[in-house]
């Protein structure tokens, strides 16, 4: 004997009425998961980035100092202080010459590796100063490249004594750390592009080889549209990961003195304003002030970056 039939509109009501049930759980068991992060990242983030914009108009040494107003001095004294414009246009060509260094680099490695055997192990040593502490790599460098370090003497003993140089010099330090930076972060970049070519089924390489498509072709018309997704993302990281480099710079050009202001960047020059180096009298108040800073220039082109790499979504 079959089942009787349930009427549609039964049927649609019951539904309903499973699916109004299982929202109302799923709305009771949210917060129990959501309030512990939701409140760590208020306590850890957005409080002490409030209180920083807030103390970007006062004029404060630190505790035992009385806080005092001060509308936009802050603000106006960045764009009168040499130093400051000297760390921004350096933080700047991090960004942009940095940038374009390392993803030239990562985009021909990657088209490298993609027909070389053993690849997996070569990105895991690409990928290996990236795992090293920034500061270690620094001094190491800083040490490497001294005027009597390693580099110039082999340089020397080759007989390429012309081009030994003391690359640690006041015009010759920022563009030596620029070349660490680059040698430093490319392997993650690889890496990140790597796991976008992966996923590219391989006929689509096989049908551009039939049609006579070279290496560069391939690159142009097959990788980087199927993986522009993975490039957008990397591209972000790396923007905000790039004005907030600190420890590198401060550790390549020593940390016993204040780095030189050649060398200098937002986070540095913030650091030596607020609690480091041997500044007597410290000023939490500017230094907040050339936060705010980095925060709107981190927003801005990030948002930029975004709008410039929009593209439709190419499904495989």
Same mark, same amino acid.
């Given at each position: 004997m079959s089942a009787p039939a349930v009427p549609t509109r039964a049927r649609r009501r019951s539904h309903g009425r499973d699916d109004g049930a299982f929202s109302r759980q799923q709305r009771r068991i949210f917060p129990p998961f959501v309030l512990p992060a939701l409140s760590v990242y208020l306590a850890l983030f957005v409080a002490p980035a409030t209180v920083g914009f807030y103390v970007s108009f006062q004029r404060w040494r630190g505790t035992g100092d009385e806080m005092r107003p001060a509308g936009f001095d802050n603000y106006r004294r960045l764009l009168h202080d040499d130093v400051f414009r000297t760390a921004f246009a350096n933080t700047l060509k991090i960004v942009f010459l940095c940038g374009i260094g390392i993803f030239v680099l990562a985009f021909a490695v990657t088209v490298l590796l993609r027909h070389t055997r053993g690849r997996k192990t070569l990105r895991t040593l690409l990928f290996f100063p990236h795992i090293i502490s920034p500061i270690a790599i620094g001094v190491a460098l800083g040490l490497l490249l001294a005027p009597d370090g390693f580099v110039n003497a082999v340089l020397r003993s080759a007989g390429l004594g012309a081009l030994a140089t003391n690359w640690l010099s006041p015009e010759n330090i920022f563009r030596t750390i620029m070349a660490g930076i680059v040698w430093v972060t490319t392997g993650f970049y690889v890496i990140l592009l790597m796991a976008g070519v992966d996923r590219i089924p391989p006929y689509f390489y096989e049908d551009s080889e039939l049609a006579g498509a070279n290496e560069f072709q391939k690159f142009r018309y097959v990788t980087l549209p199927l993986t522009w997704d993975v490039v957008s993302v990397a591209a972000v990281l790396w923007v905000i990961n790039s004005i907030k480099i600190f420890e590198f710079v401060y550790a390549f050009t020593g940390t016993g003195d204040a780095p030189p202001v050649s060398s200098r960047t937002l986070t $540095? =020059? =913030?650091?030596?304003?607020?609690?480091?180096?041997r500044n007597p009298s410290y000023e939490l108040g500017y230094a907040c002030a050339m936060g705010v800073v980095? *925060? *709107?220039? $981190?927003? /801005?082109?990030?948002?930029? /970056?975004? +709008?410039?790499? +929009? +593209?439709?979504? $190419?499904?495989?």
């Open positions: $540095i =020059q =913030q650091f030596l304003v607020s609690t480091g180096g980095m *925060v *709107v220039l $981190i927003v /801005l082109l990030v948002t930029l /970056l975004r +709008r410039a790499m +929009r +593209r439709d979504a $190419i499904e495989f």
